[in-house]
C-alpha cells in the first residue's frame, strides 16, 4: 500500500473531504491533533477500527481514545453525561482532555478493548476537526505510532512508523502540545486521572474540587496489578537506547555524565546545557519549561534513536503543572530507572 501524503494548513482544503470518505469507507488516515498525530478510522466500523490494532502492533485489550468535532456528538456514545463531565467538557473542550464514561451499545468492543466503558476526546484542532466533520462520524484514533514508539508529534514521524501500512497521513506541521490528551476517568466515586496531559491536575481541580492520581502515573504496575487505564501497563516511548533518569543538580547530573562517558553514551538535557556536557547531547526543550519540554520530548526520543545511541543519562523534568505529563513519558522511557545522585558524587 502506498501512504499518500495531504499536505495543508486550511481546513476548508478540499483534499480533507476525500481524507474524510476515505475513512468513511473503512480506510486508516493519520491526522494532526494539537497532541500528538493520531491514525484514526470510523469508530462505528469494527473492521477499520482492528485495522488500527494490525497497523500499529497495539494489544488488543487496550482501548482507544474516540474523537468527536460536535459536542452533540458525545451523548450517544455513552449512557449518561454527568453534570461534572459538563463542566469540564465546558471548560476544556474542544482541547486535550480526554473523560471516560460508561460506553453505549454504538461503541463495540473492539474500540473498547473488551471493558464497558470508552474514552472520548473533542481535539481543538482545525484539520483534527475538519477531517472528523467531513468523515461524519466519530473517529477512534490513538497514537500514530508502532506500539511501544514514541508519539510522533510530525508527519515523518508517522510514516517513519506506518509508512506503507495506511492509506493517508495529513500533514499540518508540527504539534503545539507534544505530549497525549489528559485521560480522566468519570466512572468511580472520584474523579481519577489515568494519564497526565495538556490539562493538567491543577487545572483539573479548578474545576472538580476533588481528584485523585492513579499510582500509575508515577510508578510501574506491580506484577498481576490491574491497570486502570490498560496502556499504562505496556512499556511505552522507548528508545532502543537504555535511558536512565538522573535526579540531581546540573553540575551532578555533568559530573556523573563525565565519570561513566562510554562510547554511545548521550545526554538528553535541556537547551541551555548542552554546551557543558562531555558527551553529544540531543535537547528537549528549555529548562524550568515545561511547555517546550513537552513539545520536544517524543521527537528527541527518536532522536536518540537515529543517531545511534547506546546509552541515555536523561536531566529529570520538573513535575509541577504540564512537567508531570512530561516526567511521566520520560520514567516509562527509562524504564522506571531514576538514580539519585548523592551531594558529594
Ligand atoms: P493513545 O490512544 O495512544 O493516546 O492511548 C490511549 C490511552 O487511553 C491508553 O493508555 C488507553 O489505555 C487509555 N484508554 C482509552 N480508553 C480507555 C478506557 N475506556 N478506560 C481506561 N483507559 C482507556
Ligand atoms: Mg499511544
Not at 498525530?37 to 490494532?53: P, S
Not at 527509562?334 to 558524587?345: G, R
Request: hydrophobic content about 45%; overall charge neutral; charged content about 25%.
Amino acid at each position: 500500500m502506498k501512504t499518500i501524503r495531504i499536505r495543508t494548513t486550511d481546513p476548508a482544503d478540499e483534499r480533507l473531504k476525500e481524507a474524510g470518505a476515505l475513512l468513511r469507507r473503512g480506510g486508516l488516515v493519520a491526522i494532526p491533533t494539537e497532541t500528538v498525530y493520531g491514525l484514526a478510522a470510523n469508530a462505528f466500523d469494527e473492521a477499520a477500527v482492528r485495522g488500527i490494532f494490525r497497523a500499529k502492533g497495539r494489544p488488543a485489550d487496550n482501548p482507544l481514545i474516540v474523537h468527536i468535532s460536535d459536542i452533540a456528538q458525545w451523548a450517544p456514545l455513552v449512557t449518561a453525561i454527568p453534570e461534572r463531565a459538563k463542566l469540564l467538557a465546558e471548560r476544556f473542550w474542544p482541547g486535550p482532555l480526554t473523560m471516560i464514561l460508561p460506553k453505549s451499545d454504538l461503541i463495540g468492543k473492539v474500540v473498547s478493548g473488551g471493558l464497558a466503558t470508552v474514552a472520548v476526546r473533542f481535539p481543538s484542532h482545525p484539520i483534527a476537526r475538519a477531517v472528523i466533520d467531513a468523515a461524519g462520524v466519530p473517529l477512534a484514533a490513538p497514537s500514530a505510532n508502532t506500539s511501544g514508539r514514541p508519539s510522533p508529534t510530525n508527519a515523518s514521524d508517522v510514516l517513519e512508523d506506518l509508512g506503507g501500512k495506511i492509506d493517508a497521513v495529513v500533514d499540518a506541521g508540527p504539534c503545539s502540545v507534544g505530549v497525549e490528551s489528559t485521560v480522566l476517568s468519570l466512572c468511580g466515586e472520584t474523579p481519577r486521572l489515568l494519564r497526565p496531559g495538556g490539562v493538567t491536575p491543577e487545572m483539573l481541580r479548578e474545576v472538580l474540587g476533588e481528584l485523585e492520581i492513579d499510582p500509575a502515573v508515577y510508578e510501574n504496575l506491580r506484577e498481576g496489578a490491574v491497570a486502570a487505564s490498560p496502556g499504562m501497563k505496556y512499556k511505552h516511548y522507548a528508545p532502543r537506547a537504555k535511558v536512565v533518569l538522573l535526579k540531581g543538580s546540573f553540575a551532578q547530573f555533568c559530573a556523573y555524565v563525565a565519570a561513566h562517558a562510554e562510547e554511545g553514551t548521550f545526554a538528553l538535557c535541556f537547551a541551555e546545557e548542552a554546551a557543558a556536557l562531555p558527551v553529544p547531547t540531543v535537547i528537549y526543550g528549555s529548562t524550568n519549561d515545561s511547555a517546550t519540554q513537552a513539545q520536544h520530548i517524543f521527537e528527541a526520543l527518536r532522536e536518540v534513536d537515529r543517531r545511534g545511541a547506546k546509552r541515555v543519562f536523561a536531566r529529570l523534568p520538573a513535575r509541577d503543572g504540564l512537567g508531570l505529563a512530561v516526567f511521566n513519558r520520560l520514567v516509562r522511557a527509562a524504564a522506571f530507572q531514576i538514580l539519585t545522585l548523592e551531594e558529594d558524587e
